[in-house]
């Protein structure tokens, strides 16, 4: 059983910074997503299961980076300069398709966390 764990969500100011963790039990292409009340769960970033390849949504260019640690099957957000409008759930999830880099889109995930609230305060 494939597990995934966050951690570092809560309460920040609007131009602050979060970093995420998100300790996996195996390695995997991985991503992070949010979900917003009543929208739909985006994918916020992604990256390879090597760590050289990485995606963004156009909203957080520049801002967020995402990172891995393949020693200890970590994944980590780093998010910055963050909006009031960026509050959600945020899951990490991880892909088990070996042919792909990554995925880009919420339904293509295998593996869900149970999600970590972050809440941006104008």
């Known amino acids: 059983q494939v597990q995934l764990v966050e951690s570092g969500g809560g309460l920040v100011q609007a131009a602050g910074s979060l970093r995420l963790p998100c300790a996996a039990s195996?390695?995997?292409?991985m991503g992070w997503l949010r979900q917003a009340p009543g929208k739909e769960r985006e994918v916020v970033a992604a990256i390879s299961w090597s760590g050289g390849s990485t995606y963004y949504a156009d909203s957080v260019k520049g801002r967020f980076t995402i990172s891995r640690d393949n020693a200890t099957n970590t994944v980590y957000l780093q998010m910055n300069s963050l909006k009031p409008d960026e509050t959600a759930v945020y899951y990490c999830?991880?892909?088990?398709?070996?042919?792909?880099?990554?995925?880009?889109?919420?339904?293509?995930?295998?593996?869900w966390g149970q999600g970590t609230q972050v809440t941006v305060s104008s």
């Open positions: 195996s390695r995997y292409a």
């Open positions: 999830a991880a892909q088990n398709r070996p042919d792909r880099k990554f995925a880009t889109i919420a339904v293509s995930y295998d593996y």
